[in-house]
């Protein structure tokens, strides 16, 4: 049973936080709209489930009772047109409703107007940049950075560290390989808006609490928004095969409250104002570009899409 063990600890390797024991279903995620592919995956579960037990259970029932060693002598009809006019409506029901939810739920997914943040996401090998580009309608001051696997998680991976993977902890958790060194901060009850995309290969945004992932394409921004509601600590992971060091790229995407994220913000970007400051003839040029550059979020990214191209 090597294999079963084995396969479920890769299946429950992400959302440690947000996992009970046992548990086998989707989480409900933290945000305002990630119960939706909760719901409409117990659906289609369910539907699944009817149809299967309907469908086995006559199977079933018919080689039991029906079998030849019973005397059973098999109908010479071939042909009922009420049962053929049933068992194609009920599908096609069933599909066209099945289609309606889902095609709801995705256009509520797609539409990112109204948010009051924006965030580029950006999947390099192996390590994810974050750049805060508005907040509240304001434009932020030269706020990102790069999001790379731990430290103490790096140094114990490397073959003949002879470390303890389970002494990789944050409190009471074993975070080895789930945690980053910069965590992405964002703020609670916000509409953000990610940009997303990629530097080098394809990549794939993937936080399990927020109910959604997307793809990190170079050449090609796709958005997607989340509202958390729950401060905390949401952990993620690439999930689009991108190379070598694939599995050592974690996501850490941490909510804070409104007040605490203003706070935060506002540090880094008197952190990043001081340097800038200082006579640093590298940094001038950048500094001057990202002051003459216009305030919203699409021309602020454009450069950063051509340099892919
Ligand atoms: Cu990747």
């Not at 009920?90 to 599909?95: A, C, E, G």
Request: with cysteine; net charge positive; hydrophobic share 45%.
């Amino acid at each position: 049973m090597a294999w079963a063990a084995l396969a479920l600890a890769s299946f429950g390797s992400t959302a440690q936080a947000a996992r009970g024991p046992w548990q086998v279903n989707m989480q409900r995620g933290v945000t305002t709209w990630s119960s939706v592919p909760y719901h409409l995956n117990s659906i289609s579960l369910g539907v699944c489930a009817v149809i299967g037990t309907l469908v086995f259970g006559a199977m079933f029932i018919a080689m039991f009772r029906f079998r030849k060693s019973r005397g059973a002598v098999a109908e010479k009809w071939s042909h009922n047109t009420t049962l053929e006019i049933v068992w194609t409506t009920i599908p096609v029901i069933i599909l066209v409703v099945l289609a309606y939810l889902s095609t709801k739920g995705l256009t509520s997914w797609a539409d990112t107007t109204g948010s009051q943040m924006t965030v580029k996401v950006t999947g390099y090998q192996w390590k994810w940049r974050y750049d805060y580009i508005s907040y509240l309608g304001k434009p932020v001051d030269k706020v990102g950075f790069m999001s790379k696997l731990d430290s103490l998680s790096d140094q114990t991976r490397q073959l003949g560290s002879g470390m303890d993977p389970y002494a990789v902890k944050v409190g009471t958790e074993n975070t080895y390989l789930l945690n980053v060194d910069k965590p992405l901060v964002v703020p609670v009850d916000t509409k953000i808006r990610f940009l997303i995309t990629g530097g080098d290969v394809i990549h794939s945004w993937w936080v399990p609490a927020l109910g959604w992932k997307v793809d990190a394409i170079p050449g090609t921004i796709n958005a997607a928004w989340t509202n958390i509601k729950t401060p905390g600590t949401y952990r993620g992971q690439c999930a689009l095969l991108c190379g070598q060091d694939h599995g050592f790229m974690p996501i850490v995407v941490v909510a804070k409250s409104k007040a605490d994220f203003a706070k935060w913000l506002a540090a880094q970007e008197a952190k990043s104002a001081a340097p800038a400051a200082a006579p640093a003839p590298a940094a001038a040029p950048a500094a001057a570009s990202t002051a003459a550059a216009p305030q919203t979020a699409q021309v602020a990214v454009a450069p950063a899409k051509g340099k892919q191209g």
